[in-house]
């Protein structure tokens, strides 16, 4: 995928190799080969959550849980699981439950979670001036709708 986008890689290693410091207009590569036709777009480190959607909600211990035992067995099962037994877990399940569906309702599907991203963000400021960061969301395997890859690709390579 990194090879059929290498343009895209290219563009964003000018533009780095550019900068004299690290800012959140830094240029990174998302990559997006959910579909047949993958699309590459250099975009600043500060707008990637307007190209990966994030969410906040994801990021609750109880909604992760969630998830996983959702994707193990059914969403049934996850619901009883999280809602019986310790009071306070049900509670904070319940209120981070009630955010992931507010995010859903208001056009919020996130792909990643809030610390995902800021981790994300501070791998860029890490690996600058030496590397392009890149994020790759890829198909999903066995009920996921999709996966994501975050990298670091280096500039001397690009540019040479």
Request: aromatic share 6%.
């Amino acid at each position: 995928m990194v090879s059929e986008c290498r343009e895209t890689f290219v563009e964003a290693a000018n533009k780095l190799s550019a900068l004299e410091a690290w800012d959140f207009s830094c240029p990174c590569v998302v990559l997006d080969g959910r579909s047949d036709e993958i699309k590459a777009v250099v975009v600043g480190v500060g707008s990637i959550g307007n190209l990966v959607p994030t969410s906040a909600a994801i990021d609750s211990p109880e909604v992760k849980e969630w998830l996983r035992i959702a994707s193990e067995k059914s969403p049934e099962v996850a619901f009883a699981a999280m809602l019986n037994g310790d009071e306070e877990r049900a509670k904070r399940f319940n209120e981070a439950y009630e955010q992931l569906i507010e995010e859903r309702r208001t056009g919020i599907k996130g792909l990643w979670s809030a610390d995902d991203l800021c981790s994300f963000v501070s791998r860029s400021q890490a690996a600058f001036p030496k590397a392009v960061s890149a994020i790759a969301l890829l198909p999903g395997k066995e009920g996921q709708t999709h996966s994501i890859l975050t990298f670091e690709s280096n500039i001397k390579s690009l540019l040479s």
